[in-house]
């Protein structure tokens, strides 16, 4: 990983008028290390913390560059690498911070572990709706019954899609990355195809799981 100072990240947070609560929340790497980072220490900052930050900024647009900063088209990018679930969860947190709606496609529950789960529950702490596209006869639900609809068995694609702000993300097969894509009018398109089907699927009528977002 090329090195950077901390006023690449600082220059790169201020052009996007992020705070450094922002950032924390966008990128999941506590405040203090980001305001310690910035001021120039930079001993205890990993390179896995430098990718965090690195993806955060990127979702804004800000590519951190040795020589400046470069500019992306925000259009289309990726989250790869290690832990890019919870850097993309982390996007989802970031985007929806004041609220709003999250779409998940063909998930599974039983695949959520605990950090899977807490990021969830923060997510819907922010006061954000969730609604759940699953296997039909998949019973273990950690949210409410009425929060998800079962997709017909010979539908159901093992490709997990998420739907937030404006923004879809596609996640490789091989649970490598996520392709996000960030455009008003397709995910407009994209909510109201799905609040069809939404409406003729049907729900779950109990849950088996034990544990709740």
């Known amino acids: 990983m090329a090195i950077y100072t901390g006023s690449h990240f600082r220059s790169a947070r201020e052009y996007l008028g992020w705070s450094q609560a922002q950032l924390a929340k966008r990128s999941g790497v506590a405040q203090p290390t980001i ?13 896995s913390t430098l990718k965090k930050l690195e993806d955060a900024l990127a979702s804004g647009g800000v590519i951190i560059r040795q020589d400046g900063l470069d500019f992306r088209n925000l259009s289309n990018y990726e989250i790869d690498g290690e832990g890019w679930w919870p850097r993309l969860l982390d996007d989802v947190a970031g985007e929806l911070a004041s609220g709003g709606e999250l779409i ?33 006869g998949n019973t273990y639900l950690l949210g409410e019954p009425s929060e998800y609809r079962w ?14 702000g404006d923004k879809i993300a596609v996640c490789a097969d091989d649970n490598t990355k996520a392709v996000v894509i960030h455009d008003e009018s397709l995910v407009l398109s994209w909510r109201n195809m799905l609040a069809l089907l939404w409406d003729q699927l049907e729900q779950p009528k109990e849950s088996t799981a034990h544990e709740r977002f």
């Open 151 to 164: 997709v017909p068995k010979e539908r159901f694609l093992n490709t997990v899609t998420l739907v937030y």
């Open 104 to 136: 998940i496609l063909c998930a599974d529950d039983r695949e959520s572990n605990s950090d899977t789960i807490a990021r969830i529950r923060a997510i819907r702490a922010a006061g954000v709706t969730c609604k759940n596209f699953i296997r039909e």
């Open 35 to 47: 305001s310690g980072f910035e001021r120039g220490k930079t001993g205890d900052v990993s390179a």
